[in-house]
């Protein structure tokens, strides 16, 4: 079903797929972009379990349509991907 003006949107905070043995995990849901960006290098930690060069994702969803997706690197910020 596509994205109507009353579709709930929200930004997701996910570890992305980064290994052929790994499957995306959820860190956090959040209503505003700008506490998605704030919270997700805190929520990285989880992922770091693993490497510390990992990426962490935040989605941008309105209804079931992922809209924009932003990336975040510990060693370069933030950088808008579609």
């Not at 290994?19 to 930690?45: C, H, N, T, W």
Request: charged letters at 20%.
């Amino acid at each position: 079903m596509p994205a109507t003006p009353h579709s709930a949107r929200v930004f997701i905070v996910v570890d992305p797929v980064q290994d052929y043995e790994e499957s995306l995990q959820i860190l956090g849901v959040f209503g505003s972009l700008k506490a998605a960006q704030v919270s997700a290098p805190r929520l990285m930690k989880v992922a770091w379990r693993y490497e510390p060069y990992r990426t962490v994702e935040v989605q941008e969803w309105r209804g079931d349509t992922l809209v924009n997706t932003w990336t975040y690197h510990p060693d370069r910020g933030w950088q808008f991907t579609a």
